[in-house]
């Protein structure tokens, strides 16, 4: 079965500064998805960024970007110039990439990362 | 479309009652997940569907939970004889297909078993 560890409970940022989430995931396949949710209090979780492992590139959307080390088993997300929006939950998520027995097209997720933005 | 829309957002229950929830997903998306999140940890897959057919039940769901998907819209899950244990936030997704695709959540239903 695969895990999602993220390491962080709690992680700090002055606004307009970079921050960086760590996510590490133990998994036997080597093809997979990871992703990265967003969850602000008392409203849904939305997507933040997503990345398929075949790919070497990191992926970025706008003010969001991950390192992707997959032979560490590492998705960090760095958010740069954090804004007081960005104030949320943030999940590590690993989806595996063949649907099979064993609840394998569910997201396995981390505990999360509660991020503050201090303005 | 709005999005993914549970009911209720609330419910608190007596231990040993039934409980029902509804999940009405983003109407053209064949894929359905429940997820179940506690206090201080990610959600936890429960179950899926893909169009009416129930793929994939995590060891997570006990024999009290039940969940279905009629006609492939939209999907309720039930659990029978409530236990303090089940109190949680029960959230529901759908997506248009696994892999890459992004999966959309509703605000979940909060159950609270007294």
């Known amino acids: 079965a695969q895990t999602v560890t993220q390491s962080q409970p709690e992680m700090s940022v002055q606004e307009a500064e970079t921050v960086t989430l760590s996510c590490t995931y133990d998994t036997s396949e080597s093809d997979y998805y990871l992703f990265w949710y967003k969850q602000p209090p008392s409203r849904q979780m939305i997507l933040v960024i997503r990345?398929?492992?075949?790919?070497?590139q990191n992926a970025t959307e706008n003010r969001f970007s991950v390192n992707f080390q997959k032979a560490a088993k590492s998705f960090s997300l760095k958010i740069s110039d954090s804004q007081l929006g960005d104030a949320a939950m943030y999940f590590c998520a690993y989806r595996s990439a063949w649907a099979s027995g064993g609840g394998a097209d569910g997201l396995t997720f981390g505990k999360g990362t509660h991020l503050i933005i201090q303005p | 479309d709005t999005g993914v829309s549970q009911n209720p957002r609330h419910k608190i229950t007596k231990r040993g009652q039934n409980v029902t929830f509804r999940c009405d997903p983003i109407s053209e998306h064949n894929r359905l997940y429940w997820y179940r999140q506690t206090l201080g940890q990610g959600p936890e897959f429960l179950t899926y569907?893909?169009?009416?057919?129930?793929?994939?039940k995590s060891r997570l769901l006990s024999d009290r939970f039940s969940a279905e998907r009629p006609k492939g819209s939209f999907s309720t899950l039930e659990i029978q004889r409530t236990e303090q244990g089940d109190s949680a936030m029960y959230l529901c997704?759908?997506?248009?297909?696994?892999?890459?695709?992004?999966?959309?959540f509703g605000q979940g239903t909060r159950l609270t078993v007294v």
């Open positions: 569907f893909q169009n009416e057919a129930q793929l994939e």
């Open positions: 997704a759908s997506s248009l297909a696994g892999g890459i695709t992004e999966a959309f």
């Open positions: 990345q398929e492992a075949y790919k070497q």
